[in-house]
């Protein structure tokens, strides 16, 4: 699994929570069809906005992040985006009490305490 990190550098104070959260679902019309994306959770504060993304493979995230996406995303927010892609191994779930290595379920290892 990939985890993207997107950050968009804003100025000014933290954009209005009322404002983002319709913005970031009108934009869920654009990202529910991009190809292995699992997850993506909407981001703001007093430093700007962005996204963290979850896609099954660096191969849908590189098609995604392609050599345009860039230019994309600075033709709609005025700044250009930075972009980190992480490996991701491990996720720990503690909503669902679950723990899974490259995808697939493994033993807590705080089950195994004494």
Same mark, same amino acid.
């Given at each position: 699994?990939?985890?993207?990190?997107?950050?968009?550098?804003?100025?000014?104070? +933290?954009? !209005?929570? !009322?404002? &983002? =959260?319709?913005?970031?679902?009108? =934009?869920?019309?654009?990202?529910?069809? @991009?190809?292995?994306?699992? %997850? +993506?959770?909407?981001?703001?504060? $007093?430093?700007?906005?962005?996204?963290?993304?979850?896609?099954?493979?660096? $191969?849908?995230?590189?098609?995604?992040?392609?050599?345009?996406?860039? !230019?994309?995303? $600075?033709? %709609?927010?005025?700044? %250009?985006?930075?972009?980190?892609?992480?490996?991701?191994? &491990? &996720?720990? !779930?503690? $909503?669902?009490?679950? &723990? %899974?290595?490259?995808? =697939?379920? @493994?033993?807590?290892?705080?089950?195994?305490?004494?």
């Amino acid at each position: 699994m990939i985890i993207a990190l997107v950050q968009i550098p804003l100025d000014g104070p +933290k954009r !209005d929570h !009322d404002f &983002v =959260a319709q913005q970031s679902l009108d =934009a869920t019309r654009i990202f529910h069809k @991009v190809k292995g994306l699992r %997850r +993506k959770y909407f981001l703001n504060s $007093e430093a700007g906005g962005g996204g963290i993304y979850e896609f099954a493979t660096r $191969e849908d995230a590189a098609a995604w992040f392609n050599e345009g996406w860039a !230019d994309w995303m $600075e033709g %709609r927010f005025g700044v %250009r985006p930075t972009l980190t892609l992480f490996e991701n191994p &491990v &996720v720990l !779930d503690n $909503e669902a009490g679950e &723990v %899974r290595v490259d995808g =697939a379920p @493994v033993a807590p290892p705080w089950l195994d305490e004494t």
